[in-house]
Protein backbone atom coordinates (compact mmCIF):
# COMPACT_ATOMS: atom_id res chain seq x y z
CA UNK A 1 0.00 0.00 0.00
CA UNK A 2 1.46 3.49 -0.84
CA UNK A 3 1.80 5.79 1.89
CA UNK A 4 0.83 9.16 2.51
CA UNK A 5 2.47 11.93 0.69
CA UNK A 6 4.46 14.20 3.63
CA UNK A 7 3.38 17.36 0.50
CA UNK A 8 -0.37 16.10 1.56
CA UNK A 9 -0.39 15.92 5.24
CA UNK A 10 1.42 19.18 5.42
CA UNK A 11 -1.39 20.52 3.79
CA UNK A 12 -3.47 19.47 6.30
CA UNK A 13 -1.69 20.58 8.96
CA UNK A 14 0.45 17.25 9.63
CA UNK A 15 4.19 17.10 9.93
CA UNK A 16 5.03 13.81 9.28
CA UNK A 17 8.90 13.38 9.82
CA UNK A 18 8.11 9.60 9.61
CA UNK A 19 7.66 9.47 6.36
CA UNK A 20 11.16 10.52 5.03
CA UNK A 21 12.82 8.49 7.13
CA UNK A 22 14.04 6.73 4.27
CA UNK A 23 17.81 7.41 4.36
CA UNK A 24 19.20 3.56 4.44
CA UNK A 25 17.82 3.54 1.11
CA UNK A 26 20.06 6.45 -0.41
CA UNK A 27 23.35 4.13 -0.63
CA UNK A 28 24.68 3.71 -3.41
CA UNK A 29 25.63 -0.06 -4.11
CA UNK A 30 28.98 -1.02 -5.42
CA UNK A 31 27.88 -1.11 -9.27
CA UNK A 32 26.77 2.07 -8.69
CA UNK A 33 29.56 3.32 -7.00
CA UNK A 34 31.77 1.75 -10.07
CA UNK A 35 29.37 3.44 -13.07
CA UNK A 36 29.81 6.90 -10.98
CA UNK A 37 33.12 6.39 -10.96
CA UNK A 38 33.39 5.59 -14.58
CA UNK A 39 31.16 8.63 -15.48
CA UNK A 40 33.21 11.11 -13.77
CA UNK A 41 36.34 9.94 -15.11
CA UNK A 42 34.88 10.17 -18.76
CA UNK A 43 33.34 13.22 -18.45
CA UNK A 44 36.54 14.87 -16.69
CA UNK A 45 38.80 13.45 -19.55
CA UNK A 46 36.56 13.00 -22.45
CA UNK A 47 34.50 16.01 -22.67
CA UNK A 48 35.16 19.48 -23.68
CA UNK A 49 32.54 21.89 -22.46
CA UNK A 50 33.78 24.97 -23.65
CA UNK A 51 33.92 23.24 -27.25
CA UNK A 52 30.00 22.25 -26.89
CA UNK A 53 29.44 26.02 -25.80
CA UNK A 54 31.21 27.01 -28.73
CA UNK A 55 29.82 24.69 -31.20
CA UNK A 56 26.11 24.41 -29.48
CA UNK A 57 26.42 20.48 -30.22
CA UNK A 58 27.59 17.63 -28.24
CA UNK A 59 29.76 15.89 -30.47
CA UNK A 60 28.91 12.28 -31.87
CA UNK A 61 31.91 10.70 -29.82
CA UNK A 62 30.69 11.68 -26.61
CA UNK A 63 27.20 10.77 -27.19
CA UNK A 64 28.57 7.22 -28.27
CA UNK A 65 30.97 7.37 -25.27
CA UNK A 66 27.95 8.17 -22.74
CA UNK A 67 26.06 5.03 -24.37
CA UNK A 68 29.17 2.48 -24.11
CA UNK A 69 29.09 3.68 -20.11
CA UNK A 70 25.27 2.49 -19.91
CA UNK A 71 24.16 6.30 -18.94
CA UNK A 72 21.47 6.08 -21.04
CA UNK A 73 20.13 3.24 -19.11
CA UNK A 74 20.91 3.85 -15.53
CA UNK A 75 17.35 3.02 -14.39
CA UNK A 76 16.42 0.71 -16.73
CA UNK A 77 16.15 -3.01 -15.45
CA UNK A 78 19.40 -5.23 -15.96
CA UNK A 79 16.81 -7.93 -17.51
CA UNK A 80 16.51 -5.35 -20.50
CA UNK A 81 20.08 -5.00 -20.90
CA UNK A 82 20.12 -2.33 -18.64
CA UNK A 83 22.45 -0.97 -15.59
CA UNK A 84 19.47 -1.56 -12.97
CA UNK A 85 20.37 0.65 -10.62
CA UNK A 86 18.80 2.92 -8.01
CA UNK A 87 17.10 6.51 -8.84
CA UNK A 88 19.59 8.00 -6.30
CA UNK A 89 22.47 6.87 -8.28
CA UNK A 90 20.91 8.84 -11.25
CA UNK A 91 20.71 11.95 -9.54
CA UNK A 92 24.25 11.39 -8.76
CA UNK A 93 25.00 10.80 -12.14
CA UNK A 94 23.17 13.96 -13.43
CA UNK A 95 25.01 16.12 -11.11
CA UNK A 96 28.24 14.57 -12.61
CA UNK A 97 27.07 15.34 -15.94
CA UNK A 98 25.25 18.55 -15.63
CA UNK A 99 28.22 20.41 -14.03
CA UNK A 100 30.39 18.94 -17.05
CA UNK A 101 28.24 20.69 -19.10
CA UNK A 102 24.41 21.43 -18.74
CA UNK A 103 23.46 20.09 -22.16
CA UNK A 104 24.81 16.69 -21.32
CA UNK A 105 22.00 16.56 -18.00
CA UNK A 106 19.01 17.42 -20.11
CA UNK A 107 19.94 15.02 -22.66
CA UNK A 108 20.20 11.69 -20.10
CA UNK A 109 17.36 13.49 -18.48
CA UNK A 110 14.92 13.81 -21.46
CA UNK A 111 15.48 10.36 -22.04
CA UNK A 112 15.17 8.56 -18.92
CA UNK A 113 12.92 10.50 -17.12
CA UNK A 114 9.86 12.10 -18.90
CA UNK A 115 11.78 10.12 -22.73
CA UNK A 116 10.56 6.46 -23.55
CA UNK A 117 12.15 4.54 -20.79
CA UNK A 118 9.55 5.79 -17.90
CA UNK A 119 6.39 5.50 -19.33
CA UNK A 120 7.14 2.53 -20.44
CA UNK A 121 8.03 0.64 -17.46
CA UNK A 122 5.05 2.35 -15.75
CA UNK A 123 2.32 2.20 -18.28
CA UNK A 124 3.88 -0.25 -20.79
CA UNK A 125 2.43 -4.07 -22.00
CA UNK A 126 4.90 -6.83 -21.51
CA UNK A 127 5.04 -7.10 -25.20
CA UNK A 128 6.11 -3.53 -25.25
CA UNK A 129 8.64 -3.58 -22.54
CA UNK A 130 10.28 -6.79 -24.11
CA UNK A 131 10.54 -5.45 -27.33
CA UNK A 132 11.17 -0.99 -26.75
CA UNK A 133 13.08 -1.33 -23.12
CA UNK A 134 16.56 -3.21 -25.16
CA UNK A 135 16.38 -0.23 -27.36
CA UNK A 136 16.35 2.57 -24.92
CA UNK A 137 20.10 1.30 -23.93
CA UNK A 138 21.21 2.68 -26.62
CA UNK A 139 19.05 4.38 -28.84
CA UNK A 140 17.52 7.85 -27.81
CA UNK A 141 13.93 8.86 -26.91
CA UNK A 142 12.15 12.34 -25.59
CA UNK A 143 8.98 13.57 -24.90
CA UNK A 144 6.81 15.92 -27.17
CA UNK A 145 3.81 17.42 -25.46
CA UNK A 146 3.98 21.43 -26.08
CA UNK A 147 2.49 22.97 -29.37
CA UNK A 148 3.08 26.53 -30.33
CA UNK A 149 -0.24 27.87 -28.83
CA UNK A 150 -0.49 25.22 -25.50
CA UNK A 151 1.61 24.90 -22.91
CA UNK A 152 0.57 23.98 -19.24
CA UNK A 153 -3.18 23.83 -20.59
CA UNK A 154 -2.79 20.56 -22.55
CA UNK A 155 -6.16 20.14 -23.71
CA UNK A 156 -6.04 22.66 -26.16
CA UNK A 157 -3.88 20.63 -27.94
CA UNK A 158 -3.78 20.56 -31.85
CA UNK A 159 -2.19 17.26 -32.56
CA UNK A 160 -4.59 14.53 -33.68
CA UNK A 161 -4.77 10.98 -34.01
CA UNK A 162 -6.79 9.34 -36.00
CA UNK A 163 -8.08 5.41 -36.16
CA UNK A 164 -7.84 3.73 -38.85
CA UNK A 165 -6.97 0.19 -39.26
CA UNK A 166 -4.20 -1.33 -37.91
CA UNK A 167 -3.22 1.69 -35.84
CA UNK A 168 -3.52 5.81 -36.15
CA UNK A 169 -2.78 8.42 -38.22
CA UNK A 170 -0.81 11.55 -36.89
CA UNK A 171 -0.99 15.05 -37.64
CA UNK A 172 0.10 18.30 -36.10
CA UNK A 173 3.34 20.33 -35.01
CA UNK A 174 5.19 20.17 -31.91
CA UNK A 175 7.08 23.04 -30.32
CA UNK A 176 10.94 22.58 -27.78
CA UNK A 177 10.55 18.54 -28.54
CA UNK A 178 13.97 18.44 -25.99
CA UNK A 179 16.02 15.90 -27.90
CA UNK A 180 13.66 15.62 -30.70
CA UNK A 181 16.55 16.73 -32.76
CA UNK A 182 18.47 13.24 -32.40
CA UNK A 183 16.09 10.90 -31.17
CA UNK A 184 15.92 7.72 -32.64
CA UNK A 185 11.42 7.55 -31.02
CA UNK A 186 8.88 9.91 -28.93
CA UNK A 187 6.57 9.76 -27.20
CA UNK A 188 4.02 11.70 -28.68
CA UNK A 189 0.91 13.36 -27.31
CA UNK A 190 -2.08 13.66 -29.40
CA UNK A 191 -5.52 13.76 -29.28
CA UNK A 192 -7.05 10.54 -30.01
CA UNK A 193 -11.07 9.92 -29.92
CA UNK A 194 -11.31 8.70 -26.52
CA UNK A 195 -9.10 11.92 -25.33
CA UNK A 196 -5.53 12.95 -24.86
CA UNK A 197 -2.99 9.79 -25.46
CA UNK A 198 0.46 8.79 -25.69
CA UNK A 199 2.23 7.25 -29.25
CA UNK A 200 5.98 6.03 -29.75
CA UNK A 201 6.42 7.45 -32.54
CA UNK A 202 9.46 6.13 -35.04
CA UNK A 203 11.78 9.51 -35.92
CA UNK A 204 12.40 7.76 -39.48
CA UNK A 205 8.43 7.16 -39.98
CA UNK A 206 7.63 8.69 -43.11
CA UNK A 207 5.83 12.21 -42.55
CA UNK A 208 8.11 12.87 -39.38
CA UNK A 209 9.71 15.82 -40.23
CA UNK A 210 12.43 17.60 -37.84
CA UNK A 211 11.58 21.10 -39.29
CA UNK A 212 13.68 23.78 -36.58
CA UNK A 213 16.69 23.34 -34.70
CA UNK A 214 15.84 25.64 -31.51
CA UNK A 215 18.44 28.13 -30.00
CA UNK A 216 18.17 29.61 -26.82
CA UNK A 217 19.33 32.10 -24.08
CA UNK A 218 21.48 28.64 -22.69
CA UNK A 219 21.85 25.14 -22.71
CA UNK A 220 24.19 25.60 -25.55
CA UNK A 221 24.20 21.73 -27.08
CA UNK A 222 20.31 21.17 -26.19
CA UNK A 223 19.13 19.10 -29.28
CA UNK A 224 15.47 21.01 -29.06
CA UNK A 225 13.18 21.54 -32.09
CA UNK A 226 10.16 21.80 -34.19
CA UNK A 227 8.71 18.52 -35.04
CA UNK A 228 5.94 18.06 -37.83
CA UNK A 229 3.84 15.03 -38.12
CA UNK A 230 2.08 14.88 -41.13
CA UNK A 231 -0.14 11.73 -41.56
CA UNK A 232 2.46 9.55 -39.43
CA UNK A 233 1.11 5.61 -39.14
CA UNK A 234 1.66 4.80 -35.83
CA UNK A 235 0.40 0.50 -34.91
CA UNK A 236 -2.19 -0.07 -32.83
CA UNK A 237 0.64 -1.55 -30.31
CA UNK A 238 2.48 1.45 -29.98
CA UNK A 239 0.13 3.64 -28.03
CA UNK A 240 1.23 3.44 -24.19
CA UNK A 241 -1.74 2.95 -21.59
CA UNK A 242 -5.31 3.23 -22.81
CA UNK A 243 -6.63 5.00 -25.06
CA UNK A 244 -7.56 8.86 -23.23
CA UNK A 245 -4.93 8.33 -20.60
CA UNK A 246 -2.32 10.19 -22.04
CA UNK A 247 -2.45 13.14 -19.26
CA UNK A 248 -2.15 9.86 -16.90
CA UNK A 249 0.92 8.82 -18.18
CA UNK A 250 2.77 11.80 -18.82
CA UNK A 251 1.76 12.94 -15.16
CA UNK A 252 2.80 9.67 -13.79
CA UNK A 253 5.90 9.89 -15.36
CA UNK A 254 6.83 13.10 -13.89
CA UNK A 255 6.12 11.78 -10.38
CA UNK A 256 10.18 11.00 -10.42
CA UNK A 257 10.98 12.61 -13.72
CA UNK A 258 10.55 16.23 -11.97
CA UNK A 259 13.10 15.12 -9.74
CA UNK A 260 15.99 15.39 -12.92
CA UNK A 261 15.92 18.96 -12.76
CA UNK A 262 16.59 19.66 -8.65
CA UNK A 263 19.61 17.21 -9.10
CA UNK A 264 20.48 19.29 -11.84
CA UNK A 265 20.13 22.11 -9.42
CA UNK A 266 21.70 20.68 -6.57
CA UNK A 267 24.54 20.07 -9.30
CA UNK A 268 24.76 24.13 -9.63
CA UNK A 269 24.88 24.95 -5.74
CA UNK A 270 27.41 22.67 -5.26
CA UNK A 271 29.71 23.94 -8.02
CA UNK A 272 28.38 27.58 -7.13
CA UNK A 273 30.22 26.84 -3.48
CA UNK A 274 33.04 25.66 -4.82
CA UNK A 275 34.02 28.89 -7.29
CA UNK A 276 32.82 31.08 -3.76
CA UNK A 277 34.73 29.81 -1.48
CA UNK A 278 37.99 29.39 -3.84
CA UNK A 279 37.18 33.29 -5.42
CA UNK A 280 36.31 34.75 -2.06
CA UNK A 281 39.58 33.91 -0.36
CA UNK A 282 42.06 35.33 -3.19
CA UNK A 283 40.30 38.57 -4.12
CA UNK A 284 41.12 41.33 -2.09
CA UNK A 285 39.40 44.29 -1.97
CA UNK A 286 40.36 47.18 1.01
CA UNK A 287 43.28 44.89 2.41
CA UNK A 288 41.08 42.19 3.90
CA UNK A 289 39.70 38.85 1.24
CA UNK A 290 36.30 39.59 0.10
CA UNK A 291 34.96 36.37 1.88
CA UNK A 292 35.98 37.89 5.25
CA UNK A 293 33.46 41.13 3.94
CA UNK A 294 29.81 41.23 5.76
CA UNK A 295 28.23 41.60 2.04
CA UNK A 296 30.08 38.89 0.45
CA UNK A 297 29.91 36.11 3.23
CA UNK A 298 26.13 36.84 3.74
CA UNK A 299 26.08 35.46 -0.13
CA UNK A 300 28.44 32.55 0.64
CA UNK A 301 26.20 31.39 3.62
CA UNK A 302 23.51 31.68 1.50
CA UNK A 303 24.92 29.52 -1.04
CA UNK A 304 26.18 26.77 1.28
CA UNK A 305 23.14 26.30 3.20
CA UNK A 306 21.27 25.91 0.18
CA UNK A 307 23.49 23.80 -1.41
CA UNK A 308 22.91 21.38 1.53
CA UNK A 309 18.95 21.88 1.44
CA UNK A 310 18.81 21.08 -2.00
CA UNK A 311 21.01 17.82 -1.71
CA UNK A 312 18.97 16.98 0.77
CA UNK A 313 15.73 17.07 -0.88
CA UNK A 314 17.10 15.20 -3.75
CA UNK A 315 18.75 12.35 -1.54
CA UNK A 316 15.49 12.52 0.58
CA UNK A 317 12.50 12.17 -1.76
CA UNK A 318 14.65 10.65 -4.57
CA UNK A 319 15.03 7.91 -1.77
CA UNK A 320 11.18 8.01 -0.89
CA UNK A 321 10.79 7.47 -4.73
CA UNK A 322 12.80 4.63 -5.20
CA UNK A 323 11.11 2.59 -2.35
CA UNK A 324 7.87 2.60 -4.20
CA UNK A 325 5.82 3.02 -1.11
CA UNK A 326 5.26 6.26 -1.09
CA UNK A 327 3.15 8.78 -3.57
CA UNK A 328 6.03 11.53 -4.18
CA UNK A 329 3.84 13.72 -6.76
CA UNK A 330 3.36 16.86 -4.52
CA UNK A 331 6.68 16.39 -3.20
CA UNK A 332 8.74 16.10 -6.40
CA UNK A 333 6.63 19.48 -7.79
CA UNK A 334 7.73 21.08 -4.40
CA UNK A 335 11.48 20.14 -4.99
CA UNK A 336 11.17 21.03 -8.08
CA UNK A 337 9.61 24.39 -7.71
CA UNK A 338 12.09 25.50 -4.81
CA UNK A 339 15.48 24.43 -6.92
CA UNK A 340 15.08 25.62 -9.64
CA UNK A 341 14.08 29.32 -8.13
CA UNK A 342 16.71 28.99 -5.83
CA UNK A 343 19.45 27.70 -7.82
CA UNK A 344 18.42 30.89 -9.88
CA UNK A 345 19.14 32.89 -7.31
CA UNK A 346 22.18 31.52 -6.48
CA UNK A 347 23.57 31.83 -9.97
CA UNK A 348 22.89 35.67 -9.41
CA UNK A 349 24.65 36.27 -6.55
CA UNK A 350 27.72 34.16 -7.78
CA UNK A 351 28.29 36.61 -10.81
CA UNK A 352 27.83 39.28 -8.04
CA UNK A 353 30.74 37.61 -6.24
CA UNK A 354 32.77 37.62 -9.58
CA UNK A 355 31.89 41.39 -10.16
CA UNK A 356 32.83 42.53 -13.41
CA UNK A 357 34.69 38.31 -13.88
CA UNK A 358 31.17 36.64 -13.73
CA UNK A 359 29.73 38.61 -16.56
CA UNK A 360 32.59 37.39 -18.82
CA UNK A 361 32.72 34.18 -20.64
CA UNK A 362 35.36 31.48 -19.36
CA UNK A 363 37.45 31.72 -22.57
CA UNK A 364 37.76 35.42 -22.86
CA UNK A 365 39.29 35.42 -19.28
CA UNK A 366 41.17 32.16 -20.43
CA UNK A 367 42.82 34.26 -23.51
CA UNK A 368 43.89 37.46 -21.75
CA UNK A 369 45.77 34.79 -19.03
CA UNK A 370 43.19 34.05 -15.91
CA UNK A 371 41.37 30.77 -15.09
CA UNK A 372 38.21 30.63 -17.13
CA UNK A 373 34.82 30.38 -14.93
CA UNK A 374 31.57 29.78 -16.52
CA UNK A 375 29.77 31.90 -14.45
CA UNK A 376 27.99 34.15 -17.03
CA UNK A 377 27.05 30.39 -18.85
CA UNK A 378 25.70 28.97 -15.45
CA UNK A 379 23.21 32.37 -15.81
CA UNK A 380 22.17 31.88 -18.72
CA UNK A 381 21.87 27.83 -18.64
CA UNK A 382 20.24 28.03 -15.08
CA UNK A 383 17.23 30.73 -16.11
CA UNK A 384 15.01 27.35 -17.91
CA UNK A 385 14.69 25.87 -14.97
CA UNK A 386 11.79 28.37 -13.38
CA UNK A 387 10.35 27.90 -16.70
CA UNK A 388 10.32 24.82 -18.25
CA UNK A 389 8.77 21.24 -17.06
CA UNK A 390 6.31 23.39 -15.51
CA UNK A 391 6.86 26.94 -14.77
CA UNK A 392 7.16 28.12 -11.22
CA UNK A 393 3.41 29.69 -11.84
CA UNK A 394 2.13 26.55 -13.04
CA UNK A 395 3.28 24.48 -10.59
CA UNK A 396 1.79 26.91 -7.55
CA UNK A 397 -1.33 26.10 -9.28
CA UNK A 398 -0.73 22.28 -9.85
CA UNK A 399 0.13 21.86 -6.36
CA UNK A 400 -2.53 24.25 -4.65
CA UNK A 401 -5.08 22.16 -6.52
CA UNK A 402 -3.58 19.28 -4.97
CA UNK A 403 -3.82 20.42 -1.72
CA UNK A 404 -7.74 21.61 -1.83
CA UNK A 405 -8.23 17.95 -3.33
CA UNK A 406 -9.49 16.17 -0.45
CA UNK A 407 -7.53 13.26 0.09
CA UNK A 408 -8.23 9.77 2.38
CA UNK A 409 -5.02 8.89 2.65
CA UNK A 410 -3.90 9.61 6.08
CA UNK A 411 -2.24 8.12 9.45
CA UNK A 412 -0.59 8.57 12.54
CA UNK A 413 2.91 9.16 13.82
CA UNK A 414 4.43 10.66 16.53
CA UNK A 415 3.53 13.70 17.04
CA UNK A 416 6.89 15.92 15.74
CA UNK A 417 6.99 17.31 19.20
CA UNK A 418 8.16 14.17 20.78
CA UNK A 419 10.62 13.37 17.96
CA UNK A 420 12.15 16.87 18.01
CA UNK A 421 14.78 16.22 21.16
CA UNK A 422 16.27 13.38 19.03
CA UNK A 423 17.38 16.19 16.40
CA UNK A 424 19.49 18.18 18.83
CA UNK A 425 20.67 21.50 17.96
CA UNK A 426 18.03 21.35 15.25
CA UNK A 427 15.06 20.63 17.90
CA UNK A 428 13.88 24.33 17.50
CA UNK A 429 13.44 23.69 14.02
CA UNK A 430 11.23 21.02 14.19
CA UNK A 431 8.99 22.93 16.72
CA UNK A 432 8.64 25.50 14.49
CA UNK A 433 7.75 23.01 11.53
CA UNK A 434 5.19 21.64 13.45
CA UNK A 435 3.90 24.75 14.13
CA UNK A 436 3.82 26.18 10.45
CA UNK A 437 2.49 22.75 9.67
CA UNK A 438 -0.80 23.45 11.27
CA UNK A 439 -0.59 27.42 11.22
CA UNK A 440 -0.78 26.66 6.83
CA UNK A 441 -3.68 24.65 7.51
CA UNK A 442 -5.52 27.27 8.82
CA UNK A 443 -4.78 29.80 6.71
CA UNK A 444 -5.48 27.83 4.01
CA UNK A 445 -8.81 27.24 5.78
CA UNK A 446 -9.45 30.86 6.24
CA UNK A 447 -8.87 31.03 2.54
CA UNK A 448 -11.46 28.62 1.46
CA UNK A 449 -14.18 30.13 4.18
CA UNK A 450 -13.65 33.62 2.42
CA UNK A 451 -13.38 32.95 -1.12
CA UNK A 452 -15.50 29.80 -1.01
CA UNK A 453 -15.29 27.78 -4.68
CA UNK A 454 -13.44 31.27 -6.06
CA UNK A 455 -10.36 30.25 -3.89
CA UNK A 456 -8.67 28.55 -7.10
CA UNK A 457 -8.59 31.47 -8.68
CA UNK A 458 -6.33 33.71 -6.02
CA UNK A 459 -3.43 32.48 -7.71
CA UNK A 460 -0.95 34.90 -5.26
CA UNK A 461 -2.69 33.65 -2.26
CA UNK A 462 -2.23 29.80 -2.92
CA UNK A 463 1.11 30.89 -4.70
CA UNK A 464 2.58 32.36 -1.40
CA UNK A 465 0.81 28.97 0.60
CA UNK A 466 2.69 26.89 -2.01
CA UNK A 467 5.73 28.88 -1.34
CA UNK A 468 5.44 28.14 2.66
CA UNK A 469 4.87 24.97 2.24
CA UNK A 470 7.98 24.23 -0.19
CA UNK A 471 10.29 26.54 2.87
CA UNK A 472 9.06 23.66 5.08
CA UNK A 473 9.32 20.44 3.20
CA UNK A 474 13.07 21.81 2.27
CA UNK A 475 13.83 22.44 6.06
CA UNK A 476 12.21 19.14 7.51
CA UNK A 477 14.26 16.92 4.27
CA UNK A 478 17.34 19.57 5.67
CA UNK A 479 16.91 18.20 9.60
CA UNK A 480 16.24 14.02 8.41
CA UNK A 481 19.13 14.47 6.18
CA UNK A 482 21.44 16.31 8.64
CA UNK A 483 20.79 14.05 11.42
CA UNK A 484 21.79 11.22 9.44
CA UNK A 485 25.34 12.93 8.64
CA UNK A 486 27.80 14.85 11.10
CA UNK A 487 28.15 18.07 13.01
CA UNK A 488 29.22 19.95 9.96
CA UNK A 489 26.11 18.83 8.26
CA UNK A 490 23.93 20.09 11.14
CA UNK A 491 25.40 23.39 11.38
CA UNK A 492 24.33 23.61 7.69
CA UNK A 493 20.70 22.56 8.20
CA UNK A 494 20.89 24.89 11.21
CA UNK A 495 21.73 28.05 8.97
CA UNK A 496 19.43 27.24 6.39
CA UNK A 497 16.61 26.75 8.54
CA UNK A 498 17.39 30.31 9.78
CA UNK A 499 17.82 31.68 6.55
CA UNK A 500 14.42 29.92 5.31
CA UNK A 501 12.06 30.72 8.48
CA UNK A 502 12.79 34.04 7.54
CA UNK A 503 11.22 34.18 4.03
CA UNK A 504 8.19 32.04 5.96
CA UNK A 505 7.82 34.92 7.96
CA UNK A 506 7.73 37.23 4.94
CA UNK A 507 4.91 34.67 3.20
CA UNK A 508 3.46 34.90 6.17
CA UNK A 509 3.10 38.30 5.85
CA UNK A 510 1.86 38.97 2.43
CA UNK A 511 -0.72 36.16 2.72
CA UNK A 512 -2.78 38.92 4.11
CA UNK A 513 -0.74 42.14 3.41
CA UNK A 514 -0.65 43.01 0.26
CA UNK A 515 -1.18 44.69 -3.12
CA UNK A 516 -2.68 41.92 -5.12
CA UNK A 517 -5.63 44.02 -5.87
CA UNK A 518 -4.18 47.15 -7.02
CA UNK A 519 -1.58 45.15 -8.99
CA UNK A 520 -4.66 43.84 -10.80
CA UNK A 521 -6.06 46.74 -11.47
CA UNK A 522 -3.36 48.22 -13.21
CA UNK A 523 -2.64 44.95 -15.22
CA UNK A 524 -5.93 45.75 -16.46
CA UNK A 525 -5.21 49.17 -17.11
CA UNK A 526 -1.98 48.48 -18.94
CA UNK A 527 -3.80 45.72 -21.36
CA UNK A 528 -6.30 48.09 -22.06
CA UNK A 529 -3.66 50.53 -23.66
CA UNK A 530 -4.10 52.51 -20.82
CA UNK A 531 -0.32 53.19 -20.43
CA UNK A 532 0.71 53.27 -23.63
CA UNK A 533 2.49 56.86 -23.49
CA UNK A 534 4.92 55.29 -21.15
CA UNK A 535 6.10 53.24 -23.73
CA UNK A 536 7.22 56.42 -26.14
CA UNK A 537 10.94 57.50 -26.26
CA UNK A 538 12.10 53.59 -27.53
CA UNK A 539 12.69 51.38 -30.27
CA UNK A 540 11.73 48.04 -31.09
CA UNK A 541 14.40 45.82 -32.45
CA UNK A 542 12.27 42.30 -32.72
CA UNK A 543 12.05 40.87 -36.05
CA UNK A 544 9.16 40.93 -37.51
CA UNK A 545 6.31 38.34 -37.25
CA UNK A 546 3.66 36.80 -35.77
CA UNK A 547 3.39 36.30 -32.22
CA UNK A 548 2.26 32.66 -32.49
CA UNK A 549 2.92 30.76 -35.10
CA UNK A 550 0.02 28.95 -37.30
CA UNK A 551 0.95 25.41 -36.73
CA UNK A 552 -1.04 25.04 -40.30
CA UNK A 553 -1.56 20.92 -40.66
CA UNK A 554 0.22 19.09 -43.63
CA UNK A 555 3.47 17.75 -45.61
CA UNK A 556 6.99 19.50 -44.31
CA UNK A 557 8.35 22.01 -46.68
CA UNK A 558 10.92 22.18 -44.82
CA UNK A 559 14.43 20.28 -44.96
CA UNK A 560 14.56 17.84 -42.84
CA UNK A 561 17.27 18.44 -39.90
CA UNK A 562 17.37 15.00 -37.97
CA UNK A 563 20.58 14.03 -36.65
CA UNK A 564 22.15 11.03 -36.46
CA UNK A 565 24.62 9.90 -34.35
CA UNK A 566 27.39 8.34 -36.08
CA UNK A 567 29.73 5.78 -34.76
CA UNK A 568 33.54 6.06 -35.27
Given amino acids: MTRPSFGRELFSGRLRLDLLDVLPSLAVDAAGEEFLARLRTFCAEKVDPQLIERTDRIPDEIVNGLKDLGAFAIKIPREYGGLGLSGVCYHRALMIVSSTHSSLGELLGAHQAIGLVQPLRLFGTDEQKQALLPRCVREISGFILTEPDIGNDPFRMRTTATPVEGGYVLDGVKLWATNGVLADFLVVMAMAPAGMSAFLVEADAPGF?????????GLRGLENGVIRLHEVFVPANRIIGPEGQGLEVALAAQDTGRLSLPAVCAATAKWSLKIAREWSRVRVQWDRPIGEHEAVAAKIAFIAATAFALEAMVEVTGGRADTGRFDTRMEGELAKLFASEKAW??????????????????????RR????????QLLRDTRIGRVFDGSSEALRVFVATD?????????TAERPGELAPSYGPLAQHVRFLDRSARRLARQLDTGKARWGDGIGTRQLFLGRVVDIAAELYAMSTACVYAKALDDSAVELADAFCRQSRRRVAELWDQLWVNTDEHDAVVAARVLADGYTWLEEGVLDPSIEGPWIAD????PSTRPNLRREIRRQ
Fill in 209 to 217: AVEHRSSFL
Fill in 369 to 376: GERGVPVE
Fill in 403 to 411: ALTPDGLSG
Fill in 551 to 554: PAPG
Fill in 345 to 366: RIADELVQIRGGRGYETAESAA
